[in-house]
């Protein structure tokens, strides 16, 4: 498997769980018939709410998600992989939630989960401030990295894409294809979403499928702008602002290439803790 060929699903999630689930069964079916064995869904696939504090009451266990059970449906019956870039399910304790990746076999199997490490708090002024923690619990199961033969999956979740070094540690034991769905903020979409994007797939020579939430809910808008991204920086699938489906291939020898001519991973140096000199005049 040396060559794959992938799609991220853009979508409008809302708060109505059925017609999200429509939405997610029409176009998986859509790409699935264009001969995509590897589908990528946004952060919240399965319900996206304004008000933050409301999802612990109304999102179900992960036994009961039937999002999850509509994807490992999908997989099995259409034979192909499912990332389900994240689904809100409630915690074991009740009062928050999981924000949880799922990577979904042919089989209808769950073969990884990832809960997302980084929450997004913070206070970018007005309504654009956040705290995401306070219903959303921080993962505690560390860093995952899937091994897919020729390929190993670095899973992360939305705000992950600030912290490198989470990067730095996927590609360190082999990832070279970065998961990063997300529901990203318009107060920092514009700047940020697409350089930070180009930045992890630059830094660690990996393609990065960013598979994103689009549109307006409760008279919030999120950025859209779902990517693809080579492992050299350049953008070969783009999005808009709309519910869409954009596809490409990814190749784990042009992983090998660009690496052998960036070799980045390979001259990296300890450098300790850096030392502070005082400047006096």
């Known amino acids: ?14 708060g109505d769980v059925q017609a999200n689930n429509a939405q997610i069964e029409e176009m998986v079916r859509q790409v699935a018939g264009e001969g995509v064995s590897f589908v990528s869904l946004p952060e919240a696939a399965n319900i996206l709410l304004r008000d933050n504090l409301r999802y612990p009451s109304v999102c179900v266990p992960e036994a009961d998600d039937t999002t999850l059970a509509l994807c490992r449906r999908l997989a099995r019956e259409l034979g192909i992989w499912i990332h389900a870039g994240s689904l809100l399910v409630r915690h074991e304790n009740g009062q928050r939630i999981w924000n949880r990746a799922y990577l979904i076999a042919p089989s209808g199997d769950v073969v990884a989960t990832y809960d ?147 070799p980045t991973l390979l001259q990296r140096r300890e450098i300790g803790t850096p030392r502070v000199v005082m400047a006096r005049p």
């Open 116 to 262: 997302k490490l980084h929450t997004f708090d913070v206070k970018l002024g007005g309504a654009a401030d956040f705290q995401e923690s306070a219903a959303v619990a921080p993962g505690e199961g560390g860093a995952v990295v899937v091994d897919m033969g020729d390929f190993r999956l670095g899973l992360s979740i939305c705000y992950d894409i600030r912290f490198s070094y989470l990067f730095d540690a996927l590609a360190g034991v082999g990832a070279n294809v970065m998961m990063i769905p997300a529901s990203f903020s318009t107060a920092t979409g514009p700047l940020h979403w697409e350089p930070l994007l180009k930045a992890r797939a630059i830094e660690t020579g990996s393609y990065v499928i960013a598979a994103a939430q689009c549109g307006e809910r409760e008279g919030v808008r999120v950025y859209g702008q779902s990517r693809i991204i080579s492992p050299f920086g350049e953008v070969i699938a783009a999005a808009g602002d709309d519910p869409c489906v954009i596809m490409a291939e990814v190749d784990s020898a042009v992983v090998a290439a660009t690496r052998h001519r960036l």
């Open 1 to 14: 498997m040396s060559k794959l060929h992938v799609a991220a699903i853009q979508l409008n999630t809302t």
